[in-house]
Nanobody, 123 residues
Framework: QVQLVESGGGSVQSGGSLRLSCQASGIPYNLYCMGWFRQVPGKEREEVATRDSPGNPKYAEFVQGRFTISKDGVTNTLYLQMNTLRPEDTAMYYC?????????????????WGRGAQVTVSS
């Protein structure tokens, strides 16, 4: 059974830090791209940071230099270290996984999702 379980959300003041974790099970971790997305009520979900199967990270412009995505291959855990948080970072954060296409050397669509972790940043 495939499961992505997020943890580490919470409330912080502007300028603070949080680290999100995503425990993955039921998938061949090294053959999947993993990523973090976020959504605010009434808005579309947006990509925050992703990491392809070879380990290359990609960040949304609005988190460049503040957030870091990383992975522990031993425990199949994905992390998102969030520093210098801003009130506009307040959202539900979702962990997601996408199959890695070996032939095309690219991520397919993200089709596995966790239930989300709430991050609230107050000014």
């Amino acid at each position: 059974q495939v499961q992505l379980v997020e943890s580490g959300g919470g409330s912080v003041q502007s300028g603070g830090s949080l680290r999100l974790s995503c425990q993955a099970s039921g998938i061949p971790y090294n053959l999947y791209c993993m990523g973090w997305f976020r959504q605010v009520p009434g808005k579309e979900r947006e990509e925050v940071a992703t990491r392809d199967s070879p380990g290359n990270p990609k960040y949304a412009e609005f988190v460049q230099g503040r957030f870091t995505i990383s992975k522990d291959g031993v425990t199949n855990t994905l992390y998102l270290q969030m520093n210098t948080l801003r009130p506009e970072d307040t959202a539900m954060y979702y962990c997601a996984a996408a199959p890695w296409s070996i032939s095309r050397r690219s991520c397919e669509s993200y089709n596995l999702w966790g239930r989300g972790a709430q991050v609230t940043v107050s000014s």
